[in-house]
């Protein structure tokens, strides 16, 4: 039966995931109750099923709102006014799923946060507003 051709956003059409895993975010013993590789791992798959990019870095700076998440949009998204979503607390798989799907949908300028996820986005750090300001 031959496979129906499905349509994926790669590199600059798709919004990328960055996951934190630097001094706190990702460590067991700062947050034991979660599960930090089956984290990635959820990502990993909602990327390769729906297109988005997954990468890890080490620390992005909000310590105390680990584990961080930054959704950085398409090109698309930038060009439709949406910005880089820091995302704190994502410690279950309820607010992981969100991210997937939101990544799914387009990201920033492209699609809506889920509402409850929504309520977990943080201040980037100043160092990350001052970068940004940087590049425009």
């Known amino acids: 039966m031959p496979s129906t051709p499905r349509t994926s956003l790669i590199g600059s059409a798709s919004c990328t995931v960055v996951v934190c895993r630097g001094c706190c975010c990702g460590d067991a013993r700062k947050n034991p109750g979660t599960d930090h590789a089956w984290q990635l ?40 006014g949406g910005r880089a979503a820091w995302i704190g607390f994502v410690m279950d798989n309820e607010a992981t799923e969100e991210v997937v799907q939101w990544a799914a949908a387009g990201g920033p300028g492209v699609a809506e946060p889920p509402l409850t996820l929504e309520l977990q986005f943080i201040e980037p750090p100043r160092e990350a507003r001052v970068r940004s300001r940087r590049r425009r």
């Open 41 to 80: 791992e959820l990502l990993r798959a909602g990327a390769a099923e729906h297109g988005f990019q997954v990468r890890t870095t080490d620390c992005l700076g909000p310590c105390d709102q680990a584990n961080v998440i930054v959704v950085r949009p398409s090109a698309a998204g930038r060009r439709a």
